[in-house]
């Protein structure tokens, strides 16, 4: 019989691309996903330690799994994997593989390999890492969209930030190999395609091809000109004119920035080791709208990082009033042992940092609801999602990210339509088919 698995995924873009590589992998080996109710054989999280929330969520995820599928061979990966294996090991009674973030590609081998060792332990030197783990897949998911992981690692080492200490130093995947995969996406029936990385914006740095992100995109966009592709977080210092050439050039290059500011006050951003200050920031944006008046712009942004007083709080907000973003990702500061920002004085109290967040989040609603607005009457190229929503609607995000229902037939599944933007409902726009 098939062995069955469950495999359950916290955190970013990056885990998600690594989960879905991993199905393939299980699915080629003969091994099929656990049903709802069914005994899963293998249980896999790929956890996340981004806050110390998340770190939670992922001890909670372990422990639920457990006690849900006793019986299943237990296998951690991700980065709360990579920064606390003992205290995994520690925390379950029953055997467990742990596996670190360099060795992802080694999983589903060890996952499937039959030992009678309570403890496998691949968890490495990360910060040692030189070279990206490869993980190759078919399709991803049952999804329209699928994610593409071209770099993993970080150099920046931002104060508050425990990621380049759990992913190690930025490793870029060969173009190759990032052509192929796409490949692989196409003939599996993806429409759009998210170029994702730990720090995308570097990719190419540490190859010898003498490519960056700009090459990389103008090459997906060029070699496959009936899909989107849509590039995910990229710092404010590496949206460069030729990134904006590239995007201007390939009309399936997608208009739509998401730029990490987490702080719109410039003694914070120095305190955070940002590289940047509030003025260069709001340069960059205004330069994306320039070029791309239509663009959607999401903004992360960290509420209450510590020695942000009322004053450099109000620095934050009035600067993410005046730019001309469309929706901010807002966090509240999470202090995470081991990295700088986790020993400075002034620690911002819990309920502060979450009245900060909750008046940020609303100035996000806000800024959403009028660029919505403005789009209004027009008609967009919406990405028709294969499945309908709970209303029994067509729905899809517009190239420029607005997302949008409709009434249409299953034929326009999968399909990319022009939409006519007709009314805002809450989080999403009603529309109809050209």
């Known amino acids: 019989m098939k062995k069955k698995v469950v495999i359950n995924t916290l955190g970013c873009k990056v885990n998600q691309f690594e989960s879905a590589s991993f ?73 467990v593989c742990i596996i670190g973030n360099g060795n992802k590609d080694r999983l589903v081998q060890t996952a499937l390999t039959e030992s009678d060792c309570d403890l496998t332990m691949l968890v490495g030197k990360i910060r040692k890492k030189t070279e990206i783990s490869i993980l190759k897949m078919d399709r991803f998911g049952d999804r329209t969209r699928a994610y593409l992981r071209v770099q993993d690692g970080c150099n920046n080492f931002c104060t508050y930030c425990i990621v380049p200490y759990t992913r190690g130093p930025s490793r870029s995947l060969q173009l190759a190999e990032i052509l192929a995969q796409s490949d692989r996406f196409v003939r599996a029936g993806h429409r759009e395609i998210v170029i994702t990385g730990i720090h995308v914006g570097m990719y190419g740095k540490d190859l010898a ?26 710092e404010p210092q590496e949206i460069t004119e030729k990134l904006l050439h590239a995007m201007d050039s390939c009309v399936n290059f997608m ?40 663009a959607a712009i999401g903004i992360d942004i960290l509420a209450g990082f510590p020695g942000e007083s009322v004053e450099k709080f109000q620095n934050s907000k009035k600067l993410l009033e005046q730019i001309d973003g469309t929706y901010l ?16 004085k002034e620690q911002i ?34 990405l028709v999602e294969h499945k309908r929503n709970r209303n029994g609607q067509l729905s899809g995000f517009t190239d420029n990210y607005i997302p949008v229902t409709f009434p249409g037939d299953d034929e326009l599944m999968g399909k990319i339509i022009p939409v006519t933007l007709l009314e805002i409902h809450d989080v999403f726009v009603t529309g109809s088919c050209d």
């Open 349 to 382: 109290p819990k309920k502060i940092r979450e009245e900060r967040v909750a008046e940020l989040r609303m100035l996000s609603d806000r800024k959403k609801h009028s660029f919505y607005t403005e789009h209004l009457g027009s008609s967009r190229p919406v």
């Open 329 to 344: 990702h807002v966090f509240p500061y999470s202090r995470r042992p081991g990295t700088p920002a986790a020993e400075f």
């Open 23 to 95: 199905l393939c992998s299980f699915e080629k080996s003969g091994c099929r996903l656990a049903a709802k109710g069914e005994d899963a054989d293998i249980v896999v999280v790929n956890t996340c330690a981004v806050t110390a929330k998340a770190g939670a969520q992922s001890r909670q995820t372990v422990r639920r799994l457990i006690r849900r599928h006793p019986q299943a061979k237990l296998v951690i990966t991700g980065c709360y994997a990579q920064m606390a294996a003992n205290d995994i090991a520690a925390m379950v009674e029953t055997p």
């Open 255 to 294: 208009p739509h920035f998401h730029i990490p500011l987490q702080s719109g006050d410039d003694t914070i951003l120095k305190r955070m080791n940002r590289g940047y200050n509030s003025k260069t920031f709001a340069d960059v944006v205004s330069k994306c709208k320039t070029h791309f008046p239509d």
């Open 209 to 234: 091809e003498g490519i960056d992100i700009s090459d990389l995109m103008l090459a997906l966009c060029t070699a496959h000109p009936d899909i989107r592709f849509r590039l995910s977080s990229i």
